[in-house]
């Protein structure tokens, strides 16, 4: 089985960290991501860029909101996410329209870019998608 | 990180919404300063044993609130303070503190406290100071040491910066749209003020290259309130972008990199990134701004793996848009250097001839017409152009830049 693990935390805290404190925060991360690494079951990890840089697109009546800064609601949940490369947000919101304009339900696409700590590829896929 | 470290940080990022909801409720900068402090007191208390609520900020604003009111109780009344267990149903209150304070009135609380630094009576290093100390919660002694003076010089700075403030009064009611938009505009002014206080200072000193970070998470602070605001997005960028260099602005000797001679591998990437991401969202709303197109020039140079991939025509023209968006000397100097490079060294010499009176004081307007008239062949005129840089020169680098250059016009007359 695939597993996203989702990281949840007090966004200015964690932005107020030190050079040194955030060394030694992500050293100790990755002493306990190392073990999964190198049995190949470990994939992309990455860190969302803070939720200034974020855009939050919007089912609206006829067409999709474009809306400035994180999806704020809290009716609704986390049900799936999409990582790609886009060159440009508008790429990436004219992606999110289209999602948007097939999900019948009334969705909304948070739109983060992130920086890739590692861009490791999960070798037992096969058993993943069971 | 130690419980003691980690509370730091929360009281840290706490504290600009948790003071200006205290200066709303009290109307005075100092009691309200004092009751934030006597419920830090308090945090550091109680949250390593029953661990740190769910909402920092909400909890000092809702303990700090309750000492204040004692406080201004005891002073009137001079009765004793209650015993420390009248605060102790505070953990279980905790879950419904978020509810009942008033969410409304954040963002305009955190505005008004970035505001009042920013009085127009108060000089630039008394606002840069005030914000620091009173939104950042900078100490004193960090802010002396930034702006090389004593502690008690800083301190009394700050008491008269503040007793200023206190004089000219503060508007409380909500402010409407147009008002809102005022403030912000001014505010933005103030942390870009902040940030290049850092900028220009953490040449020589390494203490104030802690404002430059300050400055950026208060933009970051602005943006999280004002989300849609394309100008903060811009100044975020921007500054972001400067930053990014910071690491490449200066040699291992301390002298001045010059942006095409920097080691692009020592930029920082990351804030590259995050600021290209904010720059992207801000052209979405298609209302330029100074920021914004400040940013947008900044980034081609972020863009660009070497010098020679630099878009000099599209810069030119960012330029052209800045000088209409905000007319100033130093736009036109700046246009004519992107200029230089497009059409070449005397096409530069005409475009800012015109602005010597104006900036006949400023070091940048002689050095960039002593390199210009260097590249074009006019060896004595550069020279006496370097020499009148060099006796405006603010910093030891920018003099040791300067004479570097003469070093090379001495060369090739030889």
Redesign the interface.
């Known amino acids: 089985m695939l597993y996203a693990i989702l990281c949840y935390a007090?966004e200015?805290?964690v932005?107020?960290?030190s050079k040194d404190?955030e060394a030694?925060?992500m050293d100790r991360l990755m002493k306990v991501q190392e073990p999964l690494a190198q049995a190949g079951k470990l994939g992309p990890v990455g860190r969302l860029?803070?939720?200034?840089?974020a855009?939050t697109v919007r089912k609206g009546k006829d067409e999709a909101l474009?809306?400035?800064?994180p999806f704020a609601e809290t009716k609704e949940v986390l049900l799936g996410f999409y990582t790609a490369e886009f060159d440009?947000?508008?790429e990436a919101?004219a992606f999110s329209k289209e999602l948007s304009a097939v999900n019948p339900g009334s969705s909304s696409y948070e739109i983060r870019?992130f920086?890739v700590f590692h861009h490791n590829e999960i070798k037992a896929a096969e058993s993943g998608s069971s | 990180?130690t419980d003691l470290?980690?509370i730091d940080?929360?009281l840290?990022?706490?504290r600009p919404q948790a003071l200006g909801a205290l200066l709303r409720y009290f109307r005075d900068l100092d009691t309200a300063e004092e009751a934030f402090q006597e419920a830090c007191l308090r945090a550091i208390r109680t949250w390593p044993d029953k661990g740190p609520p769910r909402d920092?900020a909400a909890w000092l604003i809702f303990v700090g609130r309750n000492s204040g009111v004692d406080q201004i109780r005891k002073r009137a009344k001079n009765e004793p303070l209650p015993e420390e267990a009248a605060f102790s149903d505070l953990s279980d209150a905790e879950e419904d503190i978020a509810d009942r304070l008033d969410n409304a009135h954040y963002r305009d609380d955190i505005l008004r406290l970035l505001f009042i630094c920013c009085h127009p009576d108060l000089p630039n290093t008394q606002q840069i100071a005030l914000a620091l100390r009173i939104v950042s919660g900078l100490t004193v002694q960090q802010i002396a040491r930034a702006f090389l003076v004593s502690d008690s010089a800083m301190e009394q700075r700050i008491t008269r910066a503040k007793g200023r403030v206190a004089k000219a009064g503060v508007a409380f009611e909500t402010p409407d749209v147009h008002e809102r938009a005022e403030r912000l505009k001014t505010v933005a002014a103030m942390i870009y003020l902040v940030f290049n206080e850092g900028y220009s200072a953490g040449i020589t000193n390494p203490d104030s290259v802690a404002f430059c970070d300050e400055a950026i998470?208060l933009s970051?602070?602005l943006?999280?309130i004002f989300?849609?605001e394309p100008e903060i997005?811009g100044l975020?960028a921007l500054m972001l972008l400067q930053h990014s260099r910071a690491a490449a602005r200066l040699d291992e000797a301390g002298q001045i990199v010059l942006l095409e001679n920097q080691d692009r591998g020592l930029w920082n990437r990351?804030l590259i990134?995050?600021a290209l991401?904010?720059l992207?969202?801000a052209i979405?709303h298609r209302l330029p701004g100074p920021y914004q197109v400040q940013a947008a020039i900044s980034a081609l140079h972020a863009r660009a793996g070497r010098p020679d991939d630099t878009d000099w025509g599209e810069i030119t023209l960012l330029y052209e848009l800045l000088e209409k968006l905000a007319p100033s000397p130093v736009v036109t100097l700046n246009r004519a250097v992107a200029l230089s490079k497009l059409k070449g060294a005397e096409a530069a010499l005409c475009l800012i001839e015109p602005l010597s009176d104006k900036l006949d004081g400023y070091f940048y307007y002689h050095g960039v017409r002593g390199g210009l008239l260097m590249q074009a062949g006019r060896n004595a005129e550069a020279r006496s152009a370097f020499d009148r840089a060099i006796t405006l020169a603010n910093s030891p680098a920018e003099c040791a830049h300067i004479r570097l250059q003469l070093d090379r016009l001495g060369a090739s007359r030889g």
């Open positions: 007090h200015e805290t932005f107020a960290w404190e030694a925060v860029m803070p939720t200034t840089a855009t474009v809306l400035d800064g440009s947000l508008d919101v870019p920086y | 990180m470290a980690y940080l929360a840290t990022a706490a920092p998470r970051r602070l943006l999280r989300p849609a997005m975020t990351r990134d995050e991401a904010m992207d969202k979405r």
